[in-house]
């Protein structure tokens, strides 16, 4: 596609469910980030993606996260049994050259736990 | 490991007022350097970048010049509009592939 999309735009949620947040990166991009914007802590990384493997996962806060991708292309990030300190906006971005000369952000996927 | 550090802001300015935001980094090696711009509502936009020591990238009146010596990649303006208010990141890319971003500054400017 033309930009990364990422869906939904918005997610309320209750305490205790699971969440599935998607991206489509960029046509052709091999590497697919997801970084996690909270109110007053900035962007923090959380999984790297090149092609269809993770080689860095170091910023995922808990076992209770977890992302795929598949064909190279769509990614999900799931998170299971949310609390409310999961409410963040959720960013996705791809990259053609591993970021070197930066990345293209999706409009994000804010998710309120309540 | 590899950092930004950024004024946090945040910071009220007047319309057509010079503006400076400063970012210093630390890195092993070369790394690329970028300002993220995040308008209200909206997702990060790249705003500009510099690939090696000396470069200067530009874009939309803002400029920046990549300094090794001093490590740092500050962001001017010489003349700000209401449109330019947003929330700037500065942020790296050194190696790892993954971007090390700043905190953020938010800018309001008032006409």
């Known amino acids: 596609g033309a930009g990364v999309s990422q869906s939904p735009s918005n997610k309320v949620t209750e305490k205790g469910k699971d969440v599935e947040l998607r991206c489509d990166p960029i046509s052709g991009h091999t590497a697919l980030y997801w970084y996690r914007q909270s109110l007053g802590q900035g962007l923090e990384f959380l999984i790297y993606?090149?092609?269809?493997?993770?080689?860095?996962k170091s910023g995922l806060p808990s076992d209770r996260f977890s992302a795929e991708r598949t064909g190279g292309s769509v990614s999900t990030l799931t998170i299971q049994r949310t609390q409310q300190e999961d409410s963040a906006v959720y960013l996705c971005?791809?990259?053609?050259?591993?970021?070197?000369?930066?990345?293209?952000f999706g409009s994000g996927t804010r998710l309120t736990v309540v | 490991g590899n950092s930004v550090t950024q004024m946090e802001g945040p910071v009220t300015l007047s319309e057509e007022a010079f503006l400076t935001i400063n970012c210093t980094y630390t890195?092993?090696?070369?790394?690329?350097l970028f300002w993220y711009v995040q308008y209200p509502g909206e997702g990060l936009q790249l705003l500009l970048k510099a690939t090696k020591a000396d470069d200067k990238g530009s874009n939309k009146g803002f400029e920046a010049t990549y300094r090794k010596e001093t490590t740092s990649f500050h962001l001017e303006k010489g003349s700000v509009q209401v449109s330019d208010s947003a929330v700037y990141f500065c942020a790296l890319s050194g190696g790892s592939e993954k971007l090390v971003f700043g905190k953020g500054m938010k800018l309001t400017v008032n006409p």
């Open positions: 993606f090149q092609g269809n493997s993770a080689p860095d």
């Open positions: 971005a791809s990259s053609s050259d591993r970021g070197r000369h930066g990345y293209t």
């Open positions: 890195a092993t090696g070369y790394p690329s």
